[in-house]
């Protein structure tokens, strides 16, 4: 479905599985209000919305939550390519970005475009921030090879234009994600894909970024979809690190995710009490 297009591309996404997920699952006559405490990507509670549940998800990633409010809880407003050209205006501060992030996870140029965006997204408002922001982390996404933020050395690479010393498949990778091209020519080519995930279904849908337990035990719903991270596996918070000090606009220091690195004996009784009602 081309709503999909508007979700970043991130580690463990389901749109693979969403078959599988809901084939067992209560339509919305049944079980009208959906509940996805891990929203994470975002595909399975956007999906559950164009079912017409009325969807309550929650992620206490600030990625993830600008998911939520930009896809799940906005039903009509869309960036345009006049909101394009105010996010591109070139500011004379330096960010984090620029300063931090480059040249060894962003080409330069793109590093002070995406510096531009977050800055002038703030002047952006309701909805459209939002989608401004997803904008900024899909474009975020498009620029690494392969969708991996740890191959340094291809960026450095890159920025010292030794194409030939690289590996064809990744210039290949790097060429078809748009990095040699112009920033404002890759924000263009993502912006009809962020606008393609905004619809109504006719619902007060919301997004929330809140400890999984809190948020549990303050919403009501029919059904509960709970996909934690998984236990032994990459932590999110090591994976997409310079995301999210993107997104912050400076260092992060991580805090493991009790998910990523406890069995589920021991944290997955407290989620089901917690959802019990």
């Not at 409010?69 to 345009?80: D, M, P, S």
């Not at 929330?208 to 999110?236: I, M, N, W």
Request: charge should be positive.
């Amino acid at each position: 479905m081309r709503m999909f297009q508007s979700l970043p591309s991130y580690i463990g996404g389901k749109r693979k599985l969403l078959g599988t997920i809901f084939r067992n699952l209560p339509g919305p006559e049944i079980a009208p209000t959906f509940v996805d405490p891990f929203l994470g990507g975002g595909a399975v509670s956007l999906l559950a919305k164009a079912r017409g549940h009325r969807v309550l998800c929650n992620d206490v990633a600030e990625r993830s939550f600008i998911v939520g409010k930009a896809l799940i809880e906005n039903h009509q407003g869309k960036l345009t390519h006049a909101d394009l050209v105010k996010l591109s205006l070139s500011t004379e501060v330096k960010g984090y970005a620029e300063s931090q992030l480059s040249p060894h996870v962003f080409p330069v140029d793109h590093a002070a475009h995406l510096d531009c965006c977050l800055h002038n997204a703030q002047h952006l408002q309701g909805a459209k921030r939002w989608l401004a922001k997803l904008l900024i982390v899909k474009y975020a996404l498009r620029l690494r090879p392969m969708g991996n933020f740890g191959a340094r050395k291809i960026m450095l690479q890159v920025a010292g234009g030794e194409w030939e010393d690289m590996n064809v498949n990744y210039v290949r990778d790097l060429v078809n994600r748009g990095l040699p091209r112009h920033p404002i020519r890759l924000a263009e080519k993502l912006l009809p894909q962020i606008n393609s995930g905004v619809f109504s279904n006719g619902q007060q849908n919301q997004a929330h970024r809140a400890d999984v337990l809190e948020f549990l035990g303050k919403v009501e719903g029919d059904v509960c979809y709970l996909d934690p991270p998984y236990a032994g596996t990459q932590s999110y918070e090591h994976a997409l690190k310079p995301l999210d000090e993107l997104l912050y606009g400076g260092p992060i220091k991580i805090t493991p995710n009790p998910y990523s690195i406890r069995p589920p004996t021991e944290t997955h009784p407290p989620l089901f009490e917690a959802a019990s009602h």
